[in-house]
C-alpha cells in the first residue's frame, strides 16, 4: 500500500505560478513512476504530467509543456510539479498518482496504469 497526500494548491492570479507537492509514504516509493492528472468542473480526469521512477525521464501533455515541471525526490518520498504561467484553464483539483513500474525509464500516461491516488489538491486561476 502507498499513500499519497497532496498539498500547494490554492489561488493565484493568470500568468502566476504555484508548487504542488505530494508525499508518499508506505511502500519503497523509488520503484513506482509517479504521475500528475487533473480534473476541472463537468470534465473527465485528464493526463498532465509523468515522470519515470528514477526521475530521468519525463513527459507531458502538450497543454502545459513549457509551462509546468514534474520533478522528484526519492529521499523524502515526494513528487513534484511546479507550474508557472498559469491560465484559467488550468483550473481544476490535481491528482497525483503511484504505479509500479519495473524500467528507471517508463512512465505511463493513462490513468489505468496506476494504482495509488492521492485526493487531490485544488488550483484556482483568477483572470
Do not use: H
Given at each position: 500500500q502507498v499513500q499519497l497526500v497532496e498539498s500547494g494548491g490554492g489561488l493565484v492570479q493568470a500568468g502566476g505560478s504555484l508548487r504542488l507537492s505530494c508525499a508518499a509514504s508506505g511502500r519503497a516509493f523509488s520503484i513506482y513512476a509517479m504521475g500528475w492528472f487533473r480534473q476541472a468542473p463537468g470534465k473527465e480526469r485528464e493526463f498532465v504530467a509523468a515522470?519515470?521512477?528514477?526521475?530521468?525521464?519525463?513527459?507531458?501533455?502538450?497543454?502545459?509543456?513549457?509551462?509546468?515541471?514534474?520533478?522528484?525526490?526519492?529521499?523524502?518520498?515526494?513528487?513534484?510539479?511546479?507550474?508557472?504561467?498559469?491560465?484559467?484553464?488550468?483550473?481544476?483539483?490535481?491528482?497525483?498518482?503511484?504505479?509500479?513500474?519495473?524500467?528507471?525509464?517508463?512512465?505511463?500516461?493513462?490513468?489505468?496504469?496506476?494504482?495509488?491516488w492521492g485526493q487531490g489538491t485544488q488550483v484556482t486561476v483568477s483572470r
Amino acid at each position: 500500500q502507498v499513500q499519497l497526500v497532496e498539498s500547494g494548491g490554492g489561488l493565484v492570479q493568470a500568468g502566476g505560478s504555484l508548487r504542488l507537492s505530494c508525499a508518499a509514504s508506505g511502500r519503497a516509493f523509488s520503484i513506482y513512476a509517479m504521475g500528475w492528472f487533473r480534473q476541472a468542473p463537468g470534465k473527465e480526469r485528464e493526463f498532465v504530467a509523468a515522470i519515470s521512477r528514477s526521475g530521468g525521464s519525463t513527459y507531458y501533455v502538450d497543454s502545459v509543456r513549457g509551462r509546468f515541471t514534474i520533478s522528484r525526490d526519492n529521499a523524502k518520498n515526494t513528487v513534484y510539479l511546479e507550474m508557472n504561467s498559469l491560465k484559467p484553464e488550468d483550473k481544476a483539483v490535481y491528482y497525483c498518482a503511484a504505479g509500479r513500474t519495473y524500467s528507471d525509464t517508463s512512465y505511463y500516461t493513462s490513468s489505468s496504469e496506476y494504482v495509488y491516488w492521492g485526493q487531490g489538491t485544488q488550483v484556482t486561476v483568477s483572470r
